[in-house]
């Protein structure tokens, strides 16, 4: 069993950064292959970014590839999400997901983008 619960969102104005994180519950995170998901209004849930379980490997969304970087500490149990050059379209509920022995979800944490 593992539980997540993410944190970091706000207000942001476009342009800014905001970095997200998830804290886990559990000595096995290391084995889970961790994922940033996002909601925005109206919109089914998408896949953000991706990293393996010991980190060698990521993989982005076309729309945040080169503006968001996904990173962990098996050491910490976390996972963060850098988030730069923001746009109001990364306005959105996000998620953190872990997958591995059973797939496990957060409750979300808001990213608000506006001016």
């Known amino acids: 069993q593992v539980q997540l619960v993410e944190s970091g969102g706000g207000l942001v104005q476009p342009g800014g950064s905001l970095r997200l994180s998830c804290a886990a519950s559990?000595?096995?995170?290391?084995?889970?292959?961790m994922s940033w998901y996002r909601q925005a209004p109206r919109k089914e849930r998408e896949l953000v970014a991706t990293?393996?379980?010991?980190?060698?490997?990521?993989n982005y969304v076309d729309s945040v590839r080169g503006r968001f970087t996904i990173s962990r500490d098996n050491a910490k149990n976390t996972v963060h999400l850098q988030m730069n050059s923001l746009k109001a379209e990364d306005t959105a509920v996000y998620y953190c997901r872990a997958a591995g022995i059973g797939v496990y979800w957060g409750k979300g944490t808001l990213v608000t983008v506006s001016s």
């Open positions: 559990g000595r096995t995170f290391s084995r889970y292959t």
């Open positions: 990293i393996t379980s010991a980190g060698g490997s990521t």
